[in-house]
C-alpha cells in the first residue's frame, strides 16, 4: 500500500479490509437484512431489495430484469431522484463549425460540432469538442466527458492542456475524446429553471419530479450520442461517458436513461452519484447537505428525503445496476471522504448479482475494497482508488482506459 496520510489511512482503513460476503449471491436479501458497518459512527441502514419487484415478485432471470425490474427501478430514480424530461416537442441539428485534419501536429483530426436545440423560436447551441486519431483503423470507440470545470479544461486547440480531459494521452491509445461544456446545456446555478434547457422545454408549472440539473446534463450528453451515430468515425457502439464529481453523477444518470453508452464512469461522484446515501458520517456528503448546497441540482422530490434516506425507495447500488448488461467504472480518491470512497465501492459491489443475471461477474470473485493505488477489473465493472484528492487526473483516466481495452477487446 502506498503511503498516505495518517488522518485519511486511519479513516479508509475499515474501508480496505472490508468484504461484501452477506450481499451478494445468496445473500441477495439486500433489503431483508440490517447492514452494520464496522466503522464505529454508521448506523445500522437497510438497503432496498434490488431483486425483488414492486409487486412481490423475485427477479431470476435477465428478461425478467429488462422487462420488469429495470423500468421500475429507472422511473423510481426519475419520480424520487433525478427526475424526468418534459415531452416538449424540439428539433435538433448539427454543423461541423470548424474541422482540422491535421490537429496535434498531424496526429489527429479535430471536429468542432454545434449540437443545436430547438422549440419554438427558443434554441440552444451545445458545443462539442471531438478528436479521432489518424492513424488508426475508423470507426474509433470514443470518451464523452461532461465537463463540469473551466472550459478551459476542454480547450480544442490543446493550447492548454488539462490532465481533466488528456487528448493526446487517449488519442495515443486508439481512442477519439470528446467534451462539451455543461453550462452548454444548464447553468450551474439555482436560477428558478429559467435557463439552459429548462428555459426552452419546461412549460407551466414545474411538477415534483420535474428533471434538475444533473438530469440536464446527462440528456446534453445524449444530444452528443445523437451526433456520434451520424459521424462515421466514431463507433457508435463503443462510447463511454465519463464525468467528475458532479458531473459523475450526471454521467451515472446518462448512462441508465441512454443504453447507446457501452460504459458510464463516474469519478468522485459521491452522494447522488455512486455512494450509498444511506451510509451516514460526519465526512461524508447527505441528501440533506447536497440538497441545501445545490437545491437545483435533483427534482423537488428529493428534498423530501432530506435526514430521511432511509424512507428513499432507492438506493445508488441500484443505479449502477441499471447499466448492466453494459460496463460501469466507478473511481475514488482516498482522501476524498466528502465523495464517501467506500460507499462508492459498496454500491458497485452491491450491482453484482444483476451482472450475474446477464452470466457476468461484476467486479469479478474478489469483493474485497482494493488496497489504495490499486485497481479490480470485473467483466462487467470497474472500481479503483488511487492517493489524493477530489479531481479527474491522468491516473484514473489510465484506469478508465485499461478496463475500456478489456471490454472493447482492444489489442495491448
Known amino acids: 500500500m502506498r503511503r498516505t496520510s495518517s488522518y485519511t489511512l486511519a479513516a479508509l482503513m475499515p474501508s480496505l479490509m472490508f468484504c461484501l460476503p452477506w450481499c451478494l449471491g445468496a445473500a441477495e436479501p439486500e433489503a431483508k437484512k440490517f447492514f452494520k458497518s464496522d466503522a464505529p459512527d454508521m448506523p445500522v ?82 458545443h462539442l469538442a471531438l478528436f ?15 465537463c463540469n470545470r473551466s472550459p478551459e479544461n476542454i480547450d480544442p486547440t490543446q493550447k492548454r492542456k488539462s490532465e481533466f480531459w488528456p487528448a493526446e494521452e487517449v488519442l495515443a491509445r486508439g481512442y477519439g475524446i470528446a467534451a ?12 428558478g429553471f429559467k435557463d439552459g434547457i429548462h428555459g426552452l422545454l419546461d412549460g407551466g ?28 468515425d466514431v463507433a457508435r457502439n463503443k462510447v463511454a461517458v465519463i464525468g467528475h464529481s458532479r458531473g459523475g453523477k450526471a454521467a451515472l444518470w446518462a448512462g441508465a436513461e441512454d443504453e447507446r453508452f457501452t460504459i458510464a464512469c463516474s469519478n468522485d461522484s459521491g452522494c ?14 447527505t441528501v440533506a447537505k447536497i440538497n441545501k448546497s445545490f437545491p437545483h441540482w435533483f427534482n423537488e422530490t428529493f428534498k423530501t428525503y432530506n435526514g430521511r434516506e432511509e424512507a428513499l425507495p432507492v438506493d445508488q447500488h441500484m443505479l449502477i445496476a441499471l447499466m448492466a448488461p453494459r460496463a460501469v467504472c ?7 471522504l466528502w465523495a464517501d470512497p467506500r460507499g462508492e465501492f459498496m454500491s458497485i459491489a452491491l450491482a453484482g448479482p444483476v451482472y450475474r443475471l446477464f452470466g457476468k461477474q461484476g467486479l469479478g470473485e474478489s469483493l474485497k475494497m482494493p488496497a489504495i493505488g490499486e485497481s479490480l477489473h470485473g467483466d462487467g465493472a470497474h472500481y479503483h482508488i488511487r492517493e489524493g484528492k477530489h479531481n479527474l487526473t491522468l491516473l484514473d483516466w489510465k484506469c478508465y482506459l485499461d478496463f475500456a481495452d478489456k471490454v472493447f477487446g482492444k489489442a495491448k
Open 205 to 232: 408549472k414545474r411538477p415534483p419530479d420535474a428533471w434538475g440539473t444533473i438530469a440536464a446534463w446527462a440528456w446534453g450528453a445524449s444530444r452528443c450520442m445523437d451526433y456520434f451515430e451520424t459521424d462515421k
Open 272 to 285: 447522488g452519484g455512486a455512494a450509498l446515501s444511506r451510509r451516514q458520517s460526519k465526512e461524508k456528503e
Open 45 to 126: 441502514y437497510n438497503l432496498p431489495n434490488l431483486l425483488t419487484a414492486d409487486d412481490g415478485r423475485k427477479i431470476v432471470t435477465c428478461d425478467d430484469w429488462k422487462r420488469v425490474r429495470r423500468p421500475e427501478i429507472l422511473e423510481l430514480f426519475r419520480k424520487h431522484v433525478y427526475g424526468r424530461v418534459p415531452a416538449t416537442p424540439y428539433q435538433k441539428s448539427f454543423k461541423v463549425a470548424n474541422e482540422d485534419p491535421n490537429a496535434m501536429d498531424g496526429a489527429a483530426t479535430l471536429k468542432q460540432v454545434d449540437v443545436t436545440i430547438t422549440a419554438g423560436e427558443k434554441s440552444l447551441t451545445i
Open 132 to 146: 479521432v486519431p489518424n492513424k488508426v483503423a475508423k470507426p474509433v470507440p470514443t470518451f464523452l466527458l461532461i
Open 330 to 336: 466507478v473511481g475514488s480518491a482516498d482522501q476524498d
Open 180 to 191: 462539451f461544456y455543461n453550462a452548454d446545456v444548464d447553468p450551474d446555478k439555482n436560477d
